[in-house]
């Protein structure tokens, strides 16, 4: 390689926002519907969105009420070449159309049932395709799979980093010790010991984790949120994130009326968790009525917002932010490449300095001054935190929404127009590079699925006892087990 391509090369990987990544960001923000282009907006001036995989291992051992699978999800094999091929596949298709760099989550079923170096193979070729992948899990697998998928053959890490959203709440059935839990409080054992895990990760072998915790919620576990919060904050987990449950997938699993549950009651029950508001409003990715979601940090027992949507100078600086760094990327960088990356964008922007300076110290100010950082530094007891919620739509309205916009109708029935308007702003997008498409998770999970899952039937059966095969556990008993009351005492059976 000459001289000249060097020096061509490091310019381009050495530039604060990448070109590529500046018109993915202006083609995302182009296709933002109007009521989405606010000055809080992070689409399309910070970030493409996040991403994820579908129908590469739709399989699960556990059962659950409700259930996002289509009712075949279940009758399809888990193959470690059709899952990695497929990954692989989607993820260069969402490079070639979203820029050098997002977060995408590797799911379907339950990853842990992948064998573990097909595990790992499908997270190189995420990051090969410059994706920053999460895998997501029930969590119910053992430190060894861990140490499978992260070591290599000669025990070295081939990861120096690795995130997973684990999946914990009493809607699920199966879970090994807690086959059918009670309450939220019964599963803390597990969500310990899951984190537990990674705290050992570290130590043993030097890699960092990234660990958010979900959970689903429903008029049944709704008023155990504010406990799972406030449970929650005290373990190693970086991120926080509810899901207000919506029909979607195996209509055999909706047993109840997820209406009643809305994006403001569950708010309110983490902030109650949390012992103080966490304000919101500053900053948004994509619809206000799908997401919602707050980064600060937590000094002690106290949580201290990166931003404060009712202080004009917070809001200043993050216009600043968004206007002139908004698409820098910081992950997967080289340290050497980065800090060249960061002194030349504050060389084009030298006034932007004293504002963000200024923030920081509103941040620290909000933490309980210095002192009080710097003693709770020393106790371990400092940590980022994000809280997010996710609400999820009815396979119902999607489904015909989404019908009238790949035929450029707008619907005139209210709802479906908000169906519409919400899918329209969605962030989270699923690659289809044998078409060309991108499509926002809710028409994945409420239109595709259920046809992708009939193919993969055809194309990966479970292996049949007739020609010599072991029987596989299959996740859904022949009976379903009814939802029940969870979080307040149960009146004694008379």
């Given at each position: 390689m000459g001289l000249a391509t060097t020096l061509k090369r490091w310019e381009l990987d050495t530039r604060p926002i990448h070109p590529e990544t500046r018109r993915a960001l202006a083609v995302r923000w182009a296709e933002l519907p109007e009521h989405a282009k606010t000055p809080n907006q992070l689409l399309g001036r910070c970030a493409v969105g996040c991403e994820g995989t579908h129908g590469v291992f739709p399989k699960c051992n556990l059962t659950c009420s409700p259930c996002y699978h289509s009712a075949d999800a279940n009758k399809v094999r888990i193959d470690g070449d059709h899952t990695v091929d497929n990954v692989a596949s989607q993820m260069s298709y969402l490079r070639q159309v979203r820029g050098p760099r997002a977060h995408a989550q590797l799911i379907g079923g339950e990853v842990s049932l992948l064998p573990a170096e097909d595990h790992a193979q499908a997270l190189l070729a995420m990051r090969d395709a410059g994706r920053e992948p999460m895998s997501m899990t029930h969590g119910d697998f053992e430190y060894d799979y861990l140490l499978d998928l992260v070591l290599d053959e000669e025990g070295k890490p081939r990861f120096d980093k690795v995130s997973f959203a684990a999946h914990f709440d009493s809607l699920m059935r199966g879970r090994r010790g807690a086959v059918r839990p009670r309450s939220e409080a019964e599963l803390n054992p597990f969500r310990e010991k899951f984190a537990q895990m990674f705290i050992d990760l570290k130590r043993d072998h030097g890699v960092g984790s990234y660990l958010?915790?979900?959970?689903?919620?429903?008029?049944?576990?709704?008023?155990?949120?504010?406990?799972?919060?406030?449970?929650v904050l005290d373990m190693p987990f970086d991120m926080m994130s509810f899901q207000p449950a919506a029909f979607i997938g195996d209509d055999r699993r909706w047993r109840e009326d997820f209406g009643e549950v809305t994006i403001d009651a569950v708010w309110e029950r983490i902030e109650r968790g949390a012992g103080q508001k966490l304000p919101w409003q500053a900053t948004q990715f994509g619809d206000p009525r799908c997401n919602r979601s707050t980064v600060g940090v937590r000094v002690g027992g106290s949580f201290?917002?990166?931003?404060?949507?009712?202080?004009?100078?917070?809001?200043?600086?993050?216009?600043?932010?968004?206007?002139?760094?908004?698409?820098?990327?910081?992950?997967?960088?080289?340290?050497?490449?980065l800090v060249v990356k960061v002194i030349r964008a504050i060389a084009a922007h030298p006034g932007d300095i004293p504002p963000l300076i200024g923030l920081g110290r509103r941040v620290v100010r909000r933490a309980g001054g210095l002192r009080r950082l710097i003693r709770e530094a020393r106790k371990g007891a400092v940590s980022f935190k994000t809280f997010v919620i996710h609400n999820f739509m009815d396979a119902e309205q999607v489904a015909p929404a989404w019908e009238m916009m790949q035929n450029g109708v707008v619907a005139d029935d209210p709802l479906l127009k908000e169906t519409q308007e919400r899918l329209g702003a969605c962030m989270y997008a699923m690659s289809h590079p044998e078409d060309g498409r991108l499509v926002p998770a809710c028409v994945q999970h409420s239109v595709l699925d259920p046809i992708e899952n009939i193919e993969l039937r055809r194309l990966l059966p479970l292996p049949s006892l007739r020609d010599g095969a072991e029987p596989q556990v299959v996740s859904r008993p022949a009976g379903l087990t009814a939802v029940r009351t969870t979080g307040a005492a149960q009146p004694a059976a008379s």
């Open positions: 958010a915790h979900n959970m689903t919620v429903t008029p049944s576990n709704v008023d155990e949120v504010e406990q799972v919060t406030r449970d201290a917002p990166l931003l404060d949507p009712d202080d004009p100078k917070d809001i200043a600086a993050r216009d600043r932010f968004l206007a002139h760094f908004g698409g820098m990327i910081f992950g997967g960088i080289p340290k050497s490449t």
